[in-house]
């Protein structure tokens, strides 16, 4: 006598039922969050790839900056600016003559018969081509605003860079007399070069934030600016008219008891500003 086989439950019994309808349900919605949001991250792609290829420029220019100044300064001046008695390369007429696979091709063939040797590896110098490129990207930021130097060929060394110019008697910089459509020549302009800026921070900043800015036990560092900073060169300027209170951070307005002007705080916030790595120049 055999046993008598069990009868198998129902296969689908109505709480699976039940149960697979949901998971169907899941299923479906998620497919349709998917179907919607490919879309609006592809809208996204264009922006984020611009983002990625600015974040690599600007370390491109950052390493560029510095093998500049290793390799190339001795004769071509710190930052490019000349004053050695060989080409300046910061100059606008030599910047705005040579395409960028022009400079590629002098930096790694160097100019025979001259003291600028080759560069590329594959001619007995040290850099790679990507590494060469970086510089060419690094002597491409200068472009932007670069001083017009007549003489560059012979080394004649650039002007320094012009950090503010205001209307002395209105407190108005050279882009908002612009903007006005009074004509710039009619305006009193004062003219405060880097070096100043950088005598004011010496005598006035250097004892809490550190000789180049590189912050105490005191006060934080301003050479780089904190991330937060950067972004915003008018809270920079409000920092160094106001001070910010209860703490050593004093006010250095005229106006509030500070012996700055408006030019020189802008100066000021400009030239901290201009210190962030990758910031082109
Ligand atoms: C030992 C000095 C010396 C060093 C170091 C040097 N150069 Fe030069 N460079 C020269 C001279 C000299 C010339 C001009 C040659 C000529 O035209 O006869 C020149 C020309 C150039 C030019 C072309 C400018 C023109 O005349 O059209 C570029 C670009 C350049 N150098 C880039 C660089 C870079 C980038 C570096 C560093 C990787 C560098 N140089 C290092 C001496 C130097
Ligand atoms: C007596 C010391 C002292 C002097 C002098 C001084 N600072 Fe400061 N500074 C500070 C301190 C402390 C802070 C931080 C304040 C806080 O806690 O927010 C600060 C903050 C700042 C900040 C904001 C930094 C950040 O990341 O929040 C800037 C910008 C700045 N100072 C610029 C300057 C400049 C430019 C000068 C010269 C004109 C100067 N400071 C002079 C002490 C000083």
């Not at 070096?195 to 809490?208: K, P």
Request: proline content about 7%.
């Amino acid at each position: 006598m055999t046993a008598p086989r069990p009868t198998p439950r129902p296969l689908d019994t109505p709480e699976q039922e039940r149960a697979l309808d949901r998971y169907y349900m899941v299923g479906l919605a998620c497919m349709l969050a998917l179907i919607v949001a490919f879309p609006i991250y592809k809208m996204g792609e264009p922006a984020r790839r611009e983002r990625t290829l600015e974040a690599m420029r600007e370390e491109n220019i950052t390493i560029g900056a510095s093998m500049f100044a290793q390799h190339c300064a001795a004769c071509h001046g710190d930052e490019a600016r000349g004053g050695r008695g060989f080409p300046t390369l910061g100059a606008k007429e030599f910047l705005t003559s040579v395409s960028d696979k022009q400079l590629q091709w002098l930096v790694s063939g160097g100019i025979p018969g001259s003291a600028m040797v080759a560069y590329d590896l594959d001619l007995g110098g040290p850099f790679t081509a990507q590494e060469i490129s970086r510089v060419v990207t690094y002597l491409r930021s200068l472009e932007e605003g670069a001083p017009s130097v007549p003489g560059w060929y012979r080394g004649e060394e650039a002007p320094a860079r012009v950090l503010a110019t205001v209307d002395t008697s209105t407190g108005a910089t050279q882009e908002s007399v612009a903007a006005s459509g009074v004509p710039t020549d009619s305006v009193v302009v004062r003219v405060v070069a880097e070096e100043e800026t950088e005598r004011v921070y010496a005598s006035r900043c250097a004892a809490c934030h550190g000789a180049s800015g590189e912050g105490t036990p005191i006060a934080p560092a301003v050479r780089p600016l904190s991330v937060a900073l950067q972004a915003n060169t008018d809270s920079v300027y409000s920092i160094i008219a106001r001070g910010v209170t209860g703490t050593a951070m004093m006010p250095f307005a005229k106006e509030r008891g500070g012996q700055l002007d408006g030019t020189a705080i802008r100066a000021l916030a400009a030239w901290l500003h201009g210190s962030d790595p990758g910031v082109p120049r």
